[in-house]
């Protein structure tokens, strides 16, 4: 028989306002194996763990239940206080009674009843816990980052400064993502090339990184210091050993008529390309979709001209296994697609465009060289509407996104701006929602483009954009002056939503690292915990988290980076002793079990036992390996036989919560 | 009271509506209007519905439902504006003219057929 010390939380108000703890814990002194019970103000404080440490020694006590907040908070103090007291932490448990029960119910008679059978079925349990000895498992000292963009970038530089192994993977031929496609950044309007172009530069050079460009994740097994990766570099047909970049073959390649990815399909490329000048690594890449060798066997210009002998047209997709100790997801974002946006007119007029677009058409290594000119007829635009959330801030449904993308209010006033200043001649509006400009310098940055720049910012929104006779009749409301507007514009610029990248959710599949209903990672805790994935080993790295500027990328990527660096300058880390063990007395061999088990931790293996009248059987049973095992219980409910149980949670436990609950 | 008829015929919840204009910037009735698309959301709101009944901009409403298919956050100001409508004609024992009152009505546009209809209608 256990002897139970039952601990009550008033959490100060939280939980004493709903629920009688006086009589929660006088009602769970009641129950058998209770020998002491009480409550307290605040549990977790030190005089709290204090008392928990004094009763334990007084009445011996075997088993500890707290009823206080989620598990999550703070089952790891108590472990820690009875652990100190030499109580086998695992001899804890915790009643939620706060989450679960003061924080829902108004009726404190109702929440006082609950609390009190929330903490019988905890004394139930802990009945039947057994004290559990953590192992521990080694850590593999190297990180892998998914996604080379400036979060990516960062988090790598960050590793690698801390002497650690890191890898990039990135998909696109070249590391740099987005922020190589801006032209300038808000609020200091410094070039982005310039300043991103040397951490491009640094992670090639620096001896700690490996980039895996053209390249994407295909599998992933493991868990947290020990995670197995597969990584597919896919086929450049260019053999980047050879490779020395000097462009000869992306002028000589006669497929011209290749829409340009990188100028977002404003000009074309060759069917053999290097994205842009300073890409990293600088080698060339060819287009299996366009190029004539690879699609009927007939051209080879680029292999003529390549001095280098570098062009290889039956090189193959390669497969690469690597192991890691920890994983940091950086997949980015990307505006979302503007047609089904009818009103505005995106499908229907090339001068209707998006804001990545008018980035590429403002850059000096854009389609137009710098000079802003219409794509539809080159001519230079002297009326330009900027329309803001153009898809953000829509109560879901398919056409638009329900968050604020949090960065179009900064650099549509960046692009209002740029307009007026190297071209004072044109006429700018701004039609917003809101102007929300909350970070340091921006408010100001935004009033400069009113008060100095005079652009027209108008509260309202673009009704309707009609091309016709080569203008684009906006039609557009000014709530402030309760009036509608029709502007005859040159061009139209949308400022569009932003949404995680496409890859992210097949990537959390992989990871297993849970998702929102955007497809934005979630992390750990959205306060005190913002870096990490509540998967262990997982963490996150810019806007795959959630939309984000520049500088708060670049801070949440040096401190996902400061969270790989702790994890890895760890040689063991402690296993959760909670795993599965299968009876072997009681398995049949189906396994069920294996094939549900998400680490590989399941293998079966034939053995002997003995059978009736001194005869030996040779049966097929199930085992776990408890330092793969993450202790998540899907076996336990996968198998049919009820041979598997899960070393804290064992069947026998939850079952007498459950019958203590239905008392 | 009256909220609560608007907000029953028409099923909109004008708390919805995040001031964006959106669906003034689609009317193309707007400029025949005393109070707009954006107005007739903050005013059902704000409660000012006896002020939208007496305007005679609600009648202007093509019921084109341009601000219904725009707007972000699936207010449907047209769905009001009929709420409205609706919730004059429904005011039993108001809506009616007298015969009397028809001749200074009268439209030289209006036809002769529409005329007598209207004596019908309000002789009884």
């Known amino acids: ?663 | 009271m009256l909220m609560d008829t608007i907000a029953a015929i028409s099923g909109v919840n004008p708390r919805k509506c995040m001031r964006c204009g959106k669906c003034s910037g689609s009317c193309p009735a707007y400029d025949e209007m005393e109070y707009h698309p954006h107005q007739f959301v903050s005013m059902v709101e704000s409660g000012r519905i006896e002020e939208l009944m007496a305007s005679k901009g609600i009648y202007t409403c093509l019921s084109c439902f341009a601000c219904i298919e725009r707007c972000p956050r699936s207010v449907e100001p047209a769905r009001l504006i009929e709420a409205v409508r609706l919730a004059v004609i429904r005011q039993q024992g108001k809506n009616h003219l007298t015969p009397e009152q028809i001749p200074q009505l009268l439209d030289e546009d209006l036809p002769q057929q529409a005329i007598t209809s209207a004596f019908r209608k309000y002789k009884r």
């Open chain 1, 1 to 663: 028989m256990q002897k139970i010390g039952v601990f009550v939380c008033w959490c100060g108000s939280n939980i004493a306002a709903t629920v009688d703890v006086e009589a929660v814990s006088q009602a769970l002194a009641q129950e058998p194996g209770v020998v002491f019970s009480t409550n307290y103000q605040y549990m977790c404080s030190q005089t709290g763990q204090d008392l928990i440490r004094d009763k334990i020694k007084e009445y011996g006590l075997t088993g500890v239940v707290v009823c206080s907040c989620s598990p999550r908070m703070h089952e790891n103090t108590f472990r820690k206080t009875c652990e100190k007291a030499g109580l086998n932490p695992y001899m804890v448990e915790i009643a939620n009674i706060r989450e679960q029960c003061s924080w829902i119910h108004k009726d404190k008679a109702e929440a006082t009843e609950k609390a009190i059978i929330l903490g019988r079925a905890a004394i139930a349990k802990v009945q039947l816990n057994a004290p559990l000895q953590a192992g521990t498992s080694p850590v593999k000292k190297r990180a892998l980052v998914i996604g080379g963009g400036i979060a990516g970038i960062q988090t790598a530089l960050d590793i690698a400064d801390a002497g650690f192994q890191v890898d990039i993977v990135e998909k696109k031929p070249t590391i740099g993502g987005k922020m190589t496609q801006i032209d300038k950044t808000f609020p200091t309007l410094d070039c982005a090339a310039c300043i991103l172009t040397p951490k491009m530069v640094d992670c090639a050079q620096n001896e700690n990184i490996h980039i895996y460009a053209y390249s994407e994740v295909e599998a992933v097994k493991g868990f947290v210091g020990n995670f197995k990766v597969t990584i597919r570099k896919k086929a450049r047909f260019v053999d980047t050993t050879k490779c020395t970049g000097c462009g000869l073959c992306t002028e000589k390649c006669p497929q011209k008529k290749v829409p340009n990815e990188f100028n977002l399909g404003l000009d074309n490329r060759r069917a053999i390309y290097i994205p842009f000048a300073q890409a990293v690594p600088k080698v060339a890449t060819i287009d299996p979709d366009y190029c004539n060798m690879l699609k009927n066997g007939k051209c080879g210009v680029c292999a003529k001209v390549c001095g280098a002998n570098a062009i290889d047209y039956k090189q193959q997709d390669e497969l690469i296994e690597e192991e890691y100790g920890a994983i940091v997801a950086a997949t980015g974002f990307n505006p979302i697609d503007l047609s089904k946006f009818n009103e505005f007119g995106y499908s229907q007029s090339p001068d209707v465009v998006s804001s990545l677009e008018f980035e590429r058409l403002m850059n000096a290594a854009g389609p137009t060289g710098g000079t802003l000119l219409r794509p539809s007829d080159g001519k230079h635009p002297h009326t330009i509407v900027f329309v803001q959330c153009v898809g953000s801030r829509c109560d879901g449904g398919e056409k638009g996104k329900p968050y604020c993308s949090k960065i179009c209010c900064m650099y549509t006033a960046k692009h209002a701006m740029l307009c007026r200043e190297k071209y004072p001649d044109t006429d700018v509006y701004v039609f917003y929602i809101d102007v929300r400009t909350p970070g340091k310098n921006f408010d100001e940055f935004y009033r400069r483009a009113v008060e100095e720049y005079g652009v027209h910012y108008i509260k309202g929104m673009v009704g309707k954009v009609v091309p016709e006779n080569g203008k684009l009749k906006v039609q557009a409301s000014d709530l402030l002056d309760n009036r509608q507007l029709h502007i005859d514009a040159d061009m139209v610029v949308l400022a569009a939503a932003i949404e995680p990248d496409k890859s992210a959710r097949p990537l959390a599949t992989m990871l297993t690292a849970s998702m929102d209903t955007n497809d934005f990672f979630t992390e750990a805790h959205p306060k005190l915990r913002p870096v990490e994935s509540p998967t262990a080993g997982i963490f996150l790295s810019g806007a795959c988290q959630g939309p984000k500027d520049i500088p708060e990328t670049v801070a949440q990527a040096g401190a996902a980076a400061s969270k790989v660096i702790g994890l890895l300058s760890k040689d063991h880390l402690l296993c959760n002793p909670c795993t599965a063990q299968p009876d072997e007395m009681m398995c049949n061999g189906c396994s069920s079990c294996e094939k549900v088990c998400p680490y590989g931790a399941i293998t079966y293996i034939d053995k002997e036992f003995r059978g009736p009248n001194r005869t030996t059987l040779l049966r097929r049973v199930a085992q776990v390996n408890p330092a793969v095992c993450q202790g998540c219980g899907a076996c336990t409910v996968a198998c049919m036989s009820g041979a598997m149980d899960l070393k804290g949670f064992s069947n026998r436990q939850i079952m007498a919560e459950v019958d203590a609950i239905c008392k």
